[in-house]
């Protein structure tokens, strides 16, 4: 039998019902407050949901800069970020497009840093 039920009985037998509630549902507040916070910390491969909200504006930003340039083919360079680093993939027809979507990508605020995956086509 675990703890739990040994300190209930305990309790039930001193006939101090209410003080065993009051105790176990401290301790599971406790555990459930624990379990909350936990769950919230980011670490070095996940995100917080803040971050992941920071991170989805950051890749639509930086599309609507590339869509806004009418020398690079949006729908040819793939965007995605993560704790502010971006990354940029795809294939494109000129190293100065590759060139001008790595500095679209660093305008935008919040880019700690761009790494350049293109591709040049032959």
């Not at 209930?8 to 003080?19: L, M």
């Not at 407050?33 to 890749?59: P, W």
């Not at 790595?102 to 995956?117: D, E, F, L, P």
Request: charged share 20%.
């Amino acid at each position: 039998m675990s703890k739990a039920y040994f300190i209930i009985q305990e309790f039930q037998s001193n006939n101090n019902c209410s003080e065993a509630v009051y105790v176990l549902g401290h301790f599971f507040t406790g555990l459930l407050l624990l379990a909350f916070l936990s769950g919230c910390s980011g670490t070095h491969n996940r995100t917080t949901t803040g971050e992941y909200t920071d991170d989805a504006s950051i890749s639509d930003e930086v599309r609507a800069g590339l869509l806004d340039d009418p020398e690079i083919k949006v729908f040819q360079i793939k965007v995605e970020s993560f704790k502010g680093f971006v990354q940029l993939t795809g294939f494109v027809d000129s190293a100065q497009t590759s060139g001008r979507a790595t500095k679209i990508a660093k305008s935008v605020r919040g880019v700690k840093y761009v790494k350049n995956s293109i591709v040049l086509k032959k």
